[in-house]
């Protein structure tokens, strides 16, 4: 490899919107994300959490006249 053109690896923390961090390996010391392993409602372990960024979940429930 080429010396002085790659950039550095290191150690990074990652911290998710809900709170959690875990660190890694990155370019970047610092990563900041929405959602992680703890908050997705994919990995919740079935919990029902609904991530809605842009108010797209109530909109739907507005037209579909739903309640929750």
Same mark, same amino acid.
């Given at each position: 490899m080429k010396k002085d053109i790659h950039p550095k690896y290191e150690h990074?923390?990652? !911290? *998710?919107?809900?709170?959690?961090?875990f660190? !890694? *390996?990155?370019?970047?010391?610092?990563?900041k994300v929405e959602l992680c392993s703890q908050c997705h409602p994919f990995f919740s372990g079935g919990e029902r959490r609904i991530v809605d960024t842009q108010g797209q979940v109530?909109?739907?429930?507005?037209r579909y006249k739903i309640k929750g």
């Open positions: 990074a923390t990652v !911290t *998710c919107a809900c709170g959690s961090s660190e !890694t *390996c990155s370019t970047r010391p610092v990563l109530e909109r739907f429930r507005r």
